[in-house]
């Protein structure tokens, strides 16, 4: 992916924690605003193992008020959801108008994921680009609000973070064995990344890629782009 996976300039622990309580107050302002709407927002995370998708979900659960917004940490279909067509779990997820979801991973696994691990054939995950794209388009024109955000990690920055956690008898937790499996297939899983983002930057939907490889930085960037997408829709 040509985009940078470093920030231009990172942010300093003062300007960091400045910033992100500007940009929580914005984002509870525009809660305000979408609430008195008939629209809805719906924020996609994406990007590799520790890139800082579940910080942002965590942060936006610290800014917002819970009876108007829901976060969603997608995982493998259970055994009802293998028996309905693969969309059918995120249609059942879309928010109501006036409201927030956050989907830490999305309907994207099936071309990311599934895609990499073999779970979904090559015509499923061909035919899924179009499901996605029909998906999306079909939500924005009843009103839906997308920010589709991907973590931009480099793999040095991934390793450094999971032999960091490995380090601490605390974090140790994190880091499992497919984690590790998964890293070793970082090009394979960055091609995944590349096409998902070329195939389904549309209109209504684009992607913002967020350089990940500062924590304080990216976790910033990414709060300003929910805080801009979302505020430029509700013009």
Not at 24 to 42: F, G, M, N, T
Not at 167 to 178: F, G, I, S, T, Y
């Amino acid at each position: 992916m040509p985009e940078p996976t470093a920030p231009d300039r990172a942010l300093s622990k003062t300007d960091y924690r400045r910033l992100i309580h500007r940009l929580q107050d914005r984002i509870s302002d525009i809660q305000a605003r979408v609430r008195d709407s008939k629209r809805s927002v719906l924020i996609a995370l994406e990007g590799p193992d520790e890139s800082g998708k579940s910080t942002v979900a965590q942060r936006l659960l610290e800014t917002l008020d819970p009876r108007g917004f829901r976060v969603w940490h997608t995982y493998g279909a259970d055994a009802g959801e293998l028996r309905r067509p693969w969309l059918w779990r995120f249609w059942m997820r879309i928010p109501r108008r006036g409201s927030f979801a956050c989907f830490d991973r999305s309907w994207y696994g099936r071309v990311l994921v599934e895609r990499v691990e073999g779970l979904a054939s090559d015509r499923e995950v061909k035919r899924a680009y179009g499901e996605i794209v029909a998906f999306e388009k079909a939500l924005a024109e009843d009103g839906a609000v997308f920010v589709k955000l991907f973590m931009n990690l480099s793999k040095r920055e991934q390793r450094r973070r999971f032999e960091a956690s490995e380090a601490d008898p605390n974090q140790r937790w994190r880091v499992k064995k497919e984690d590790w499996d998964r890293h070793r297939r970082f090009g394979t899983y960055r091609e995944a990344f590349d096409d998902m983002v070329k195939r389904t930057s549309k209109p209504g939907a684009r992607w913002k890629i967020i350089p990940a490889d500062d924590r304080r930085t990216a976790e910033a960037l990414a709060l300003g782009a929910i805080a801009g997408t979302v505020a430029r829709e509700m013009r």
